[in-house]
């Protein structure tokens, strides 16, 4: 089961020599563990300088989303002591790739600006829906076809043009709220290839 997740684990002893790791921990410290090295003890070496365990196995101070770099990756680390009956046995420190959390929460971000930007032109379709049928109840079809046409051609120009050019939805979603924004202020952006 602990092959199975994704953060690294790293388990130590109450000496700070490690007694188990798991295979994305290893894949995140770029270190096989070798037929002769069942002991791990070139890993408990190099794994106290970096991590220092000694204060979560001295008195049981957790350590929370530290940043540290390994091997030119940037790692969130998170150690904590092993208790039996009271007394500290040991530690585990848990980590992940930042770089990985980093994209995650720029992907969510951009996620969280295409809904705003879908909700904004819910509200916006819904006011023009409103235009259309106050034009249809005064019987002014001529305003309400040119009211339709200067609307889609709008729509064609600013938002169905930029969704046929980009992939992305989060770059779709982050470039579809700037365009509302400014059209909100009186402004008009212009994108060019």
């Not at 490690?18 to 921990?25: H, Q, R």
């Amino acid at each position: 089961m602990l092959q199975s997740i994704k953060e690294g684990v790293v388990a130590v002893d109450d000496r700070g020599e490690v007694t188990l790791i798991n295979d994305a921990a290893q894949e995140l410290l770029n270190y096989r563990k070798s037929q002769d090295d069942e002991k791990l003890s070139t890993l408990s070496h190099s794994w106290s300088q970096v991590v220092d365990v000694s204060e979560v196995l001295r008195d049981g101070t957790p350590r929370r989303d530290e940043e540290i770099t390994i091997k030119d990756r940037l790692l969130l680390i998170n150690t904590v002591p092993v208790r039996s009956n009271g007394v500290i046995i040991g530690a585990i420190s848990t980590f992940r790739d930042k770089t990985e959390v980093r994209k995650l929460m720029q992907r969510l971000d951009g996620l969280v600006n295409y809904a705003d930007a879908l909700r904004e032109r819910s509200h916006e379709f819904m006011n023009k829906l409103h235009v259309i049928l106050g034009l249809l109840h005064l019987k002014s079809y001529k305003q309400l076809e040119d009211y339709i046409l200067k609307t889609a051609n709008n729509y064609q120009e600013e938002i169905g043009s930029l969704l046929g050019k980009i992939k992305s939805p989060v770059i779709a979603g982050f470039l579809i709220s700037k365009i509302n924004r400014a059209t909100d202020l009186g402004h008009t952006l212009i994108f060019k290839q």
